[in-house]
């Protein structure tokens, strides 16, 4: 059973430039989430997507916009890269349907951003 | 924005001892989850409480939880070198509708466990 996979590992872009950061979540799972964890720091939610929809939003500027396909994977595109961009970017997965499974989320590896 | 506060930011300790982390967090919950994460990786869920919980266990781990005060501990027994890690509380608040399994992450604590 594969757990949450990010690609790609790491990435380095320049200030200005535009990055897209992918996430397939645990099998059997239809939620995802997205946090940025900055050096040093915890991470902080971006945004969740549920059934192809941003369902909640951080405080994240515009400039972060997301995508869940059919098949539940996902994709967080940061536009106008920053410096401060710069972080390690998780997605997370849970079950949102039933009980209390959506309690539990699921991180993946990560993908850390580099902007220079 | 950060939930709270972490305590301490950094604990080091030999193997064989124990280590005790506090998370302190501002706004009421429905359960609080502890994490850690090796050397800025991936997060690996550790244990959940629930707000009408006072006490759970789960092998060497031990966390308690204060509504009143807001604040919760995590208790490891008898370290390893391999507990060797960052340990981060979460708090969620399913506040209805759409407000599903958003975690609100503490600083973390740097735990370092000496053979």
């Known amino acids: 059973d594969a757990g949450v996979t990010q690609s790609p590992t790491h990435l380095i872009k320049t200030r200005g430039q535009q990055v897209t950061l992918r996430c397939s979540p645990k099998?059997?799972?239809?939620?995802v989430s997205w946090y940025q964890q900055a050096l040093g720091q915890g991470p902080q939610f971006i945004f969740q997507?549920?059934?192809?929809?941003?369902?909640q939003r951080g405080n994240f500027p515009d400039r972060f916009s997301g995508h869940q396909f059919p098949n539940y994977s996902s994709e967080l595109n940061v536009n106008a890269l920053l410096l401060g961009d710069s972080a390690l970017y998780l997605c997370a997965s849970s079950y949102r349907k039933t009980g209390r499974a959506w309690e539990t989320q699921y991180f993946g590896p990560g993908t850390r951003l580099l902007v220079l | 924005s950060q939930q709270g506060e972490e305590d301490p930011q950094a604990l080091s300790i030999q193997e064989g001892e124990n280590a005790t982390m506090n998370c302190s967090y501002k706004t009421s919950i429905n359960n609080l989850q502890w994490y850690r994460q090796n050397s800025g990786r991936g997060l690996v869920h550790l244990i959940l409480i629930r707000s009408n919980e006072r006490e759970k266990h789960s092998g060497r781990l031990r966390v308690t939880l204060d509504t009143s005060k807001k604040s919760s501990s995590l208790l490891i027994t008898a370290s390893r070198a391999a507990d060797t890690a960052s340990y981060f509380c979460?708090?969620?608040?399913?506040?209805?509708?759409?407000?599903?399994?958003?975690?609100?992450f503490g600083q973390g604590t740097i735990l370092t466990v000496h053979p």
């Open positions: 997507y549920y059934e192809e929809e941003e369902r």
């Open positions: 979460a708090t969620a608040l399913f506040a209805g509708g759409t407000s599903y399994g958003k975690l609100t």
């Open positions: 099998s059997g799972h239809d939620t």
